[in-house]
């Protein structure tokens, strides 16, 4: 019993890293008035790049910083497009979402001549806590990261100056302009960071989790992670319980399906685990239609700012 | 009487619209363009020949019209999904799990029934259930459609998943679903082209339907005005909620008769990693976003994608290419295609140089 609570928890802080960092990043985004729902391509591109570096360098550091730059790069693709370009944000967000599976999967089979997954790569180690009774509890060291990001953002947002100025940009932009905040340049960089920590988050899923790529590695957790967004409220304390809630979702999936087979032993466990596969995103949808009613949208977001 | 009126109309709407068309056909070809462009970059860093790709990619994709129209059907189907729910303001990117519960309805109505019209509706009734559902949870519960949207379309990969490898599978080749029975089959009919797939005919008249529906009845206009301004749709007497549910409900059963075609009238049976199935509601994505979301756009730009999918299956075969050259190209074609205000800014650039020049 005691097994039991302490492995779903520590599961739940593992799980939950890239709902929180993605989640994270989209606040501050969200906050400056820019929608990118193509954190999903961000997740499956850079875990696909932190492979490929890790690969080859034997380096999962290494792997992990690759994964912030291709963030960093989306990023700057979707900044640019969405204040400067005035584009469609939602579209833009979908095209790069198909874009980023594409090119990350022609290299899965270009490079390992592959079509489902990755051979296994170097992995950032787990952080063991031992515990009374023999019991350990094991953590990454990125989910500590993830919640000191997510408070230093919260902080950032709600308590300094220039994270009054860039919720001004997801406002009012008006206003904003007329205070003298460059809203242009809020925003690109907001959308910057929102790319850098997705990528993290996504480079994470092989290097700190999963240790390969997969065709499916992301499944849509990039969407989870903007689920999260809506359910935090835009705060981005909120937003570790939410990558809590929705990443236990995901471990008890897993979980469950492993407990049955323990306990009756004749059922068959493989094929009625894509019944329990289906509960992250059941729990998900249930999470969000039952508390998202009160939430308060960012009254400027998704709409491009025209100066006049 | 009625003809001669609506040719006056279309006439008179081409002049008004001249400009309109003008930047449309300019905004398609230059993401067309873009998309090539960085594709073959994107093949070139890969160690591949981008003009030898492309060669292949465009005379194998063009070469038989019935294989060609075929594949169209089910993104034209799942590119109608998109486009009737986004002209009334609504994103739909759900039909990847519309098309996924239109195919696996409609195989179990068709196996024990043995009649495909039977088939056929109740893959609509279940892909319009489920956009009504989204609908519901938009309208009712502020659930953004594009969280609710994902979050189903895998519920409905899974859940498909397991019904074919646990209920649905053919005993005698384990790795399929059960098939379709014989007689129950959607087959071809002969034309100049040669034999063509009847579904091919059944999506291009739903297509003529949806337009039909959008341009020229009272459901249809309730969705355009709600897309455009749902405060004008509620000063003018419209109930907003109403177009996203009727607009869900349309584009749902497009998605399932996307599905319920598929597998009537053309595959038959539903292999168990759902490789027959999978992408074919991402694919109607760019569909109707190249389409410009005018169902007879659709047509034409269901046909290009077609030639893209089937394109990437050939430079697998020829080349050793993989086929996500596909997906790769619509993305950079959808992102091209996100940025209407750049084509404007570029053609009323390119018109103040002529006129300084005069």
Known sequence: MIEDIISLTSNTLIYMVPLVLAGVGEIITERSGVVNIGLEGIFVLSSFTATIITFATGNPYLGLFSGVIIGLLAGVLHGFISVYLRGDQIIAGVGFNTLAYGISIMGLVTIWKQHGASPSVNKIPMISLRIRGGLTFTISPLSIVAILIAIGAWYWLFKTTSGLKLRACGEDPKSAEAMGVNVFRTRFYATVIGGILTGLGGAYLTVGWIGQFTRHISAGRGFIALANVAFSNWNPLMAIVGGMIFGFFDVLSIYLPIKIQLIYPEVKVTTLAYLFKTIPYIGTLAVVSLIIGRARVPRALGKPYIKE | MGLVQSLIRFKERIRVKYEEYLVTTIEILVSAIIGFSIGALILYVLGFDPAKIYSILFTKGLSNPNYLLSKSTPIMLTGLAFAIPMLAGVFNIGGEGQLYIGA??????????????????????????????????????????????????????FLTLYLLTEKLYNPKIPHESIPVPEDARLGKIPTPLGDIRLIFF???????????????????????????????????????????????????????????????????????????????????????????????????????????????????????????LADTLTGVIVIALALPYTYRMLISYMRIRRMMKE
């Open chain 2, 104 to 157: 696996l309805v409609s195989l179990v109505v068709v196996t024990s029934t043995h009649n495909p019209i039977l088939g056929i509706l109740s893959g609509m009734i279940a892909g319009a259930a489920l956009g009504t559902f989204k609908a519901i949870l938009k309208v009712y519960r502020g659930v953004n459609e594009v969280i609710a949207a994902i979050m189903l379309n895998w519920v409905m990969y």
């Open chain 2, 202 to 324: 059944i999506a291009v008249i739903a297509s003529l339907i949806v337009y039909y529906i959008l341009y020229y009845t009272n459901v249809g206009y309730l969705l355009r005005v709600a897309g455009l301004s749902p405060q004008t749709a509620k000063y003018a007497g419209f109930n907003p909620n109403i177009a996203v549910i009727y607009s869900m409900a349309l584009g749902g059963a497009m998605a399932g008769l996307g599905g319920a075609l598929l597998l009537i009238g053309y595959v038959y049976s539903i292999d168990t990693t759902m490789s027959t199935l999978y992408g074919l509601g991402f694919m109607g994505i760019g569909v109707a976003l190249l389409g410009r979301n005018n169902p007879i756009g659709i047509i034409f730009s269901a046909i290009f994608f077609s030639m893209l999918i089937i394109g990437g299956e050939m430079i697998e075969l020829l080349a050793g290419a993989p086929p996500e």
